[in-house]
């Protein structure tokens, strides 16, 4: 009995020792979030309507939004978000910028610019933008808070961008072609016109940019036509011309003057600048017929990796002196690549993308080949050796 009593007394001095250490925790309690004081409404834009430039658009200040500390009911740290979006989208998938615990952030115009036009709203027209403010409270230890999000006002802006491509000199053509007895029909037929297609049909770059690699013969002259098979209109030059180009004009009075010697060149149009360059290129640098192959393609699995391919199902066709296309149907998750020669594996093209983008060559296709749509169907591809870039639809 004695030893019970001694264990008793040791517990209970044990539990008081303890209940003595045990400091006394302070408990914060927080309430939803709110944006609006006394002194501010919530968040204030500088202007609620733009009309942006191009004047000094990457170092003049377009819009500044503004907003108050959040009070959450404790000292607590508060991260904010500024979220942006079309009046259309509606916040479903706004574009949100953490700015911390920063208070305001201004865009410049061409900073705005590109933000508008992100958001779907066209150069030259009037469009709505929503903003708002998202504020959140992170807990000590980095994790979510239970305390709900707590959004400012919405302001809504009318805004008009600018267009980022530049105006051309001269309007620009939907196609453009190379007539003269410098071109592969010399003095018999190189005047002829219509011209061969494609091999005489320049490769559209971009908006306002044509080129062509062609063999040219040496101490000749050329023309460009807008249409083929029409002397109606015309590019020429109105003084002297120079083998390495120089500026063009609508129906100039002159010729343009080809290299000096033989040989296969490219010729660069440019209508923003009203210019065209000559200068020697390289062979095989431009294929002159494509093909593809891979599991993606009609032979799948058991025959797609076949070379040579099936022809003509298998070849694109070539619509201009340097861009390609086919319609075929394609295997969905496989993949396929781009011969220059069919049979030939020494070279071949490709990219990263199921949708398109930049042309890779060789080695640096990743994983040796070109990813296909995730579904299975019909698709077009365009190959576009001039601009660098291919296109899946």
């Keep these: 009995m004695r030893n019970i009593f001694k264990l008793l007394s040791i517990s209970t001095l044990l539990m008081l020792a303890m209940a003595a250490c045990r400091k006394e925790e302070t408990r914060t309690t927080l309430h939803q979030g709110t944006f609006y004081t006394a002194a501010s409404p919530g968040l204030a834009a500088s202007t ?3 009309v942006l430039d191009s004047a000094n658009a990457s170092a003049t200040k377009a819009i500044t939004f503004n907003w108050p500390v959040v009070n959450f009911g ?9 979220q942006l979006d079309s009046v259309a989208g509606n916040f479903a998938k706004p574009v949100s910028v953490s700015l911390g615990s920063g208070l305001s952030q201004s865009y410049t115009k061409a900073d705005f610019n590109a933000l508008a036009q992100s958001l779907g709203l066209v150069a030259g027209t009037a469009g709505k933008l929503i903003v708002r403010v998202k504020a959140d409270v992170t807990q000590y230890n980095g994790a979510a808070s239970t305390v709900p999000s707590a959004l400012s006002n ?3 802006l009318t805004v008009t961008p600018y267009s980022n491509i530049p105006q051309p000199k ?6 453009l072609y190379i007539v003269g007895n410098a071109t592969p029909g010399g003095e018999t037929h190189g005047w002829d016109n219509p011209v061969p297609v494609p091999n005489q049909q320049f490769t559209r770059i971009d908006a306002n940019t044509f080129g062509i690699v062609l063999q040219l013969i040496g101490g000749k002259q050329f023309l460009l036509l807008p249409k083929n098979g ?41 209508f923003v600048k009203g210019t065209y360059t000559i200068t020697p290129a390289v062979a095989g640098a431009i294929p002159v017929n494509l093909f593809i192959v891979g599991d993606a393609t009609p032979g799948g699995d058991a025959h797609g990796w076949d070379n040579p391919v099936p022809v003509p199902s298998q070849q694109f066709t070539r619509i201009s002196s340097g861009e390609f296309t086919i319609t075929i149907s394609l295997f969905g998750g496989k993949g396929y690549l781009f011969l220059p020669v069919n049979g030939d594996w020494t070279h071949k093209y490709g990219g990263a993308s199921k949708t398109g983008g930049a042309l890779l060559a060789d080695n640096a296709v990743p994983s040796s080949n070109t990813p296909s749509p995730d579904v ?14 291919y296109t899946v639809k």
């Excluded at 020429?236 to 002159?254: H, K, M, R, S, W």
């Excluded at 299975?376 to 870039?389: A, D, E, L, R």
């Design 48 to 50: 609620t309507t733009l």
């Design 376 to 389: 299975s169907g019909s698709y077009t591809i365009n190959v576009n050796f001039f601009s660098g870039q």
């Design 74 to 82: 404790d000292n607590v740290l508060v991260s904010y978000t500024l």
């Design 230 to 270: 029409d002397w109606s209109h015309k590019y020429a030059i109105a003084g002297t011309g120079d083998p390495a180009g120089g500026a063009f004009e609508p129906d100039a009075a002159n010729n343009m003057a080809g290299p000096t010697t033989d040989g296969l060149y490219k010729i660069i149009v440019d």
């Design 170 to 175: 001269y309007p620009v053509p939907a196609n």
């Design 154 to 156: 919405t302001v809504t």
